[in-house]
């Protein structure tokens, strides 16, 4: 069913409860009292969803009546199978701005359950809500599914009450059900069927005239009205909708009046009330009396308009309700009609059918589906020749600009213009077709030299005179070959993606051959990221740590936080072994948030057993340039005053200037503005690390290991290390050494004026709670 009928079925079975727009009643109002009073929100509400508005049926503490569906909350409960919530409206981007949030009521939490009629549909929703934001995580919303349940009961006990009065009204339904069904089945001639229809639906409304028009457009290139039936009077008698649905005067549906043209261009019933009678020969004869009441209704089968029916002259008028009642009847006569539709003309059908699947209906190119198929064919045949093929994977480089800034009208003749510059660019046998979008695959037999890549690819960089104007755009191809690719057809075109998406990267107007080598490290680089997610969804990654000793004073100032994996297989599995496998991933983004909540973690543990201790973080360079990674640090110290943040340091890589060096000089003031520390990791390593000593306002600066295990053999790295720590105190930045592993070592840095070190001299990195006793019985001598 698709969305729009399932939208009219479910407003039909809210009317037919009889709710709307009904006083209070106590079966419902003792629901929401419970709800108010256990939960202690400030407001309990059973609402009811109509095709423009919200509206209360029964409400604890509200003033209002109704609000318009598009800022009610509940629009998207019914959407749902369970319960909705939002914690705090305020700061939901989906809820911030309504004007129930920013206005009275001044709603701040809310959490609504669907609530179904008899039949199934969500036509309402049990919901409360509340001026001060909740944690969800700590209520138990089982009560609340119990009253929506109490709810529905009540609800099955209304529609009971109100069957017995469309009993009468259901038999005539039935009947006039059966006889159209007869009528369709029976006659040779389309007319005789619709006046049936017609016959049927007069006597049910109690209208007076009417006519059945069917769409066609057979004879025209766009679709025309054709008169099928028309009430009382013969079928010869003149009109100007014609009733041959295969004649070519008819009226195009672009021409029509209001009456015949909006229910067709809305999709929608249309109803009218005049105060004058109306006088429309295009509907009827001249003799045929006017039309004080109106209403037209159009007839799809799923999203293609066939038709359209129209009565008028009901004394009563055509409330909205009536085309609820009317719809058991309509759907049958929607399905009769497409029915009718496919029997007529089943061959053209199977036709358009095949061409649909098959062809792309803009550049008449080959679709994914024939591709395959064609595919197939290539293979076979270059297995039999022992030949090759090329796969060619081609993305059009800025389509989505051209569209934004030109319209969608010339970015259709941009990819028509591609099409036929495919072709003319290769052989007459070889494969071309389009995938979708600005996506198209070209399949070469036996290429052996460059040149004719390049020639594709120069092909379309040719200007385009499109429409008044002049359109330049390029390609970027992702190339595989059979057989050095002995893989399947599915497997060689997402081959030859994944070098496109390289050719991309590589600077676009470019191609790229796929690598197989490289692409057996990627498959287990995939696989080790997987088993990662799953360590960290399962809780197997934990933070162990290792003490950094201030020479000043000789005791532990804090500790490095570096991670280590729990391996199921029982093994401690180092970050040298999987965080290589997961760089520039969303996983890494996600790691590196599960690190700093260790991290905070820890320093709650300091500060609740009165210990002094830091703790330092390592950040990847994807995760510390991430466009998330500011909030997510807010939000995680936004409970905690300076002086807890102060003991957090977070170590950026020196590297991390090299994606983007004014991003990191920023994020780096912006994490010191939230009181953080920010040290500057792996010192000495990079191409200009004098420069960032200078861009990089961090507050402490970290000799790399590589110097500090060398200084004792190599007066280079001596000099180096010396280097490092005097332009960091010229510089007013704290220094730490690590991978001290040797009394010597150690000696020479606090000779050098070097104020922390860490290493394997003192303590490896430990878990967390032996870690702890290590640093309160140890002091340097």
């Known amino acids: 069913m698709t969305p729009k009928r399932h939208e009219q079925r479910r407003l039909h079975a809210l009317l037919e409860t009889g709710l709307l727009d009904t006083p209070p009643e106590e079966r419902f109002d003792r629901l929401t009292r419970i709800a108010k009073q256990h939960y202690q929100v400030n407001t309990a509400l059973f609402t009811l ?6 509206w209360f049926k029964s409400k604890q503490n509200l003033g209002l009546e109704e609000t318009p569906r598009r800022h009610a909350f509940c629009d998207y409960t019914i959407q749902q199978s369970s319960i909705y919530v939002v914690e705090d409206a305020a700061n939901d981007l989906l809820f911030s701005r309504n004007p129930l949030v920013t206005g009275t009521p001044h709603i701040r939490f809310y959490a609504g359950i669907p609530v179904r009629d008899p039949t199934g549909f969500n036509i309402g929703t049990l919901c409360m809500i509340d001026s001060r934001p909740r944690d969800a995580s700590r209520m138990d919303f089982s009560i609340l599914r119990s009253l929506a349940a109490m ?15 469309y009993d009468v009204y259901t038999q005539k339904m039935a009947h006039a059900i059966q006889r159209v069904q007869d009528a369709f089945s029976s006659s040779e001639e389309r007319s005789v069927a619709c006046e049936a229809l017609l016959s049927e639906l007069l006597h049910l409304t109690g209208s007076q005239i009417g006519f059945v028009g069917e769409i066609n457009d ?3 290139t766009t679709p025309h009205l054709y008169r099928t039936a028309l009430s009382g009077i013969s079928r010869r008698q003149p009109s100007s909708i014609t009733d041959d649905p295969n004649a070519k005067n008819g009226i195009p549906i672009d021409k029509l009046d209001d009456l015949l043209g909006l229910p067709l261009r809305t999709r929608h019933t249309v109803t009218r009330t005049f105060e004058a009678p109306l006088k429309l020969p295009p509907l009827f004869p001249d003799h045929y009396p006017g039309i004080h009441t109106y209403m037209g209704i159009p007839l799809h089968a799923g999203e293609e308009q066939i038709g359209l029916i129209g009565i008028a002259n009901r004394s009563e008028g055509y409330p909205p309700s009536l085309i609820t009642l009317l719809s058991p009847l309509l759907q049958t006569v929607e399905t009769l009609f497409e029915r009718e539709r496919l029997n007529a003309t089943d061959q053209e059908k199977k036709r358009l059918l095949n061409e649909a699947v098959n062809i792309d209906g803009l550049t008449g190119l080959p679709s994914r589906r ?21 796969v060619c994977f081609l993305d059009l480089d800025g389509f989505k600009a051209i569209n934004d800034r030109h319209g969608h009208a010339v970015g259709d003749d941009v990819l028509k213009c591609v099409a036929d510059r495919l072709r003319s660019a290769v052989r007459h046998h070889d494969v071309i077709a389009r995938l979708g979008g600005d996506e198209f695959v070209v399949i070469l037999r036996d290429v052996d030299h460059p040149r004719t890549y390049r020639h594709i690819l120069d092909q379309l960089r040719h200007p385009m005179p499109l429409q008044g104007n002049v359109i330049e755009l390029s390609a970027s191809m992702g190339i595989t070959r059979f057989p050095s690719d002995d893989s399947d057809s599915d497997l060689l075109l997402r081959h030859a993606d994944q070098a496109m998406y390289t050719a991309k990267e590589s600077g676009k107007n470019c191609y790229h051959f796929f690598d197989i080598e490289s692409h057996h490290s990627q498959q287990e680089r995939f696989a080790i990221g997987e088993q990662v997610q799953h360590a960290l969804d399962e809780g197997q990654l934990e933070l162990f740590y290792q003490p950094k000793l201030h020479y000043k004073t ?4 804090g500790f490095e936080g570096l991670i280590r994996w729990h391996h199921p297989s029982g093994k401690l599995v180092y970050p040298g072994r999987f965080l290589p496998y997961i760089e520039h991933t969303k996983l890494d983004i996600e790691l590196g948030k599960h690190v700093i909540s260790q991290a905070v973690s820890t320093l709650e543990t300091f500060r609740a057993r009165n210990l002094p201790y830091t703790v330092s973080i390592n950040l990847s360079p994807s995760h510390f340039l991430n466009d998330e990674f500011l909030d997510h640090l807010n939000n995680t110290l936004s409970r905690y005053d300076m002086a807890f943040r102060k003991r957090l340091t977070l170590e950026i890589l020196e590297s991390t200037a090299l994606d983007d060096a004014g991003l990191a000089a920023s994020n780096i003031k912006a994490c010191q503005a939230l009181g953080v520390e920010l040290s500057l990791d792996d010192f000495g390593t990079g191409f200009s690390s004098l420069s960032y000593l200078r861009k990089f306002s961090t507050n402490e600066i970290k000799i790399d290991r590589s110097f500090i295990l060398g200084m004792l053999d190599d007066p280079e790295d001596e000099m180096i290390v010396e280097a490092i720590i005097a332009l960091s105190k010229s510089f007013n930045r704290r220094v730490i ?6 009394r010597a ?8 004026g070097c104020d922390m070190g860490q290493g394997f001299l003192y303590s490896p990195a430990l878990p967390l709670d032996e870690a702890l006793d290590w640093a309160s019985c140890h002091a340097r001598p």
């Open 745 to 752: 070592t150690e000696e020479k840095l606090i000779d050098m």
């Open 554 to 557: 000789g005791h532990v100032s």
């Open 49 to 54: 969803i109509d095709a423009k508005r919200q």
């Open 218 to 220: 057979k004879a025209h």
């Open 370 to 390: 024939l591709l395959n198929e064609l595919f197939q064919d290539e293979l076979v045949a270059a297995r039999h020749r022992r030949g090759s093929i090329s």
């Open 151 to 165: 709810l529905e009961e009540e609800l099955e006990r209304v529609c009971a009450d109100a069957d017995a009065h």
């Open 737 to 742: 050494a690590e991978g001290v592993e040797h």
